[in-house]
């Protein structure tokens, strides 16, 4: 299921229509993930293969994501360093997990922010925001259709600008983490209801993941 997160609101909202009678929507339960192959965030129904997008890091150098972080275990996240909630607590929580899980897993990762806010997200303050979390996370940009097209590649809804008061705006973005194995293939997905340990239990499968499909 996907989501989309609006900064500043109350939640997440499915990026279909809720049906009034079904309540607030609820993120799929970790352990139907379980169930399916015992990773702690949610197994996708479709499996799908790292996808191909090229945008551009915070040196300024072009970044072929398929390329350069093929046969690595990689997490993959769509947000903008304004983001009040989801996208800071979702960068704390990686960082976490990467000093809690293993010497070895930890620097095996790979994790990459792409900012759907390209107007209000410089190079430098990308630079600066991610380090705050982790010196070794790749921060991406590049024009509104070339995001939307990496977006579009992961198969996650396209994110949306929507006016705030006094001439600002939010965000409303994916509110999902793709994970992707050293055999180049999407095996899960965290929500913003992941836990620190919920990342740190998964990464030593997400390393060593050969062959495995959902």
């Keep these: 299921m996907a989501l989309l997160c609006l900064a500043g609101s109350a939640g997440c909202a499915t990026s279909e229509p809720a049906h009034p009678a079904d309540g607030p929507p609820v993120r799929p339960s970790a352990a139907v993930a379980t169930a399916t192959g015992g990773w702690h965030g949610t197994v996708p129904k479709v499996s799908r293969s790292r996808p191909s997008f090229t945008l551009t890091d915070t040196a300024g150098h ?20 304004n983001c009040p909630d989801v996208c800071p607590t979702t960068m704390a929580d990686i960082a976490a997990a990467k000093r809690l899980a293993s010497s070895d897993a930890g620097s095996a990762l790979t994790v990459v922010f792409v900012t759907t806010d390209p107007g209000r997200d410089s190079a430098e303050a ?60 999407q095996h899960v997905l965290y929500f913003a209801s992941s836990t620190v340990a919920d990342y740190a239990a998964d990464l030593p499968r997400l390393v060593t993941a050969s062959g495995e499909r959902p």
């Design 62 to 81: 072009s970044f072929d994501f398929a390329r350069q972080t093929a046969g690595r275990a990689t997490l993959l996240f769509f947000g903008y360093t």
């Design 126 to 185: 990308l630079r600066r925001w991610l380090g705050q979390f982790d010196s070794s996370f790749i921060g991406l940009t590049g024009s509104p259709a070339q995001i939307d097209a990496a977006q579009q590649a992961v198969g996650i809804p396209l994110a949306q600008t929507q006016q705030a008061p006094g001439g600002q705006y939010d965000v409303a973005h994916a509110a999902q983490v793709a994970a992707y194995g050293v055999d180049d293939v």
